[in-house]
T-cell receptor
């Protein structure tokens, strides 16, 4: 079964440092997303990406965040200057059509110290 | 913005007992999706419901969408230890493709 692949699985970074989280969506999927989940809490939407541009973003997705699809297969989330409250599990997701279920990656656990 | 309330927050059942989680909205939903997240895992898509009064079954799981499209339920018959995890409902608002998740129901199954 096709998978969404995320790397790294765990990232520890110092406050104020930049991090890049990487995702390889399923190859025939066109819609890409980043979500995050603070430990024990619900899954929260960050941003959606379609046709090489952001289609929607949440209030969480402020100027510290950016997304890119640099080479047609990878999909990255950059956090420019990490804060302690950015510590969470970050999930990449993709889907082939807009009105159906997502396939989530296994996540990157980001710990900001 | 639009939100959904999921109840209960936690449920402990004896293996073999049934389990139901409910998802309620104060406004009409265009669709509802259900996901399962195993401990330490990622959300896995189970099903999408779109039509008023829709009922879908997957083996021991039964999903319902209310007639008014304001509530939904997931029922598991004769739970097994493999059913352990958190069950989330989620929806996308009109004109939006982002999913808004409920807080989830965490199911524990006592063998």
């Amino acid at each position: 079964e096709p998978e969404v692949t995320q790397t790294p699985s765990h990232q520890v970074t110092q406050m104020g440092q930049e991090v890049i989280l990487r995702c390889v969506p399923i190859s025939n999927h066109l819609y890409f997303y980043w979500y995050r989940q603070i430990l024990g809490q619900k899954v929260e939407f960050l941003v959606s990406f379609y046709n090489n541009e952001i289609s929607e973003k949440s209030e969480i997705f402020d100027d510290q965040f950016s997304v890119e699809r640099p080479d047609g297969s990878n999909f990255t989330l950059k956090i420019r200057s990490t804060k302690l409250e950015d510590s969470a599990m970050y999930f990449c997701a993709s889907r082939e059509v807009p009105n159906y279920g997502y396939t989530f990656g296994s996540g990157t656990r980001l710990t900001v110290v | 913005g639009q939100q959904v309330m999921q109840i209960p927050q936690y449920q402990h059942v004896q293996e073999g007992e049934d389990f139901t989680t409910y998802c309620n909205s104060s406004t009409t939903l265009s669709n509802i999706q259900w996901y399962k997240q195993r401990p330490g895992g990622h959300p896995v898509f189970l099903i999408q419901l779109v039509k008023s009064g829709e009922v879908k079954k997957q083996k021991r799981l039964t999903f319902q969408f209310g007639e008014a499209k304001k509530n939904s339920s997931l029922h598991i018959t004769a739970t097994q230890t493999t059913d352990v995890g958190t069950y989330f409902c989620a929806f996308s608002g009109a004109g939006s493709y982002q999913l808004t998740f409920g807080k989830g129901t965490k199911l524990s199954v006592i063998p």
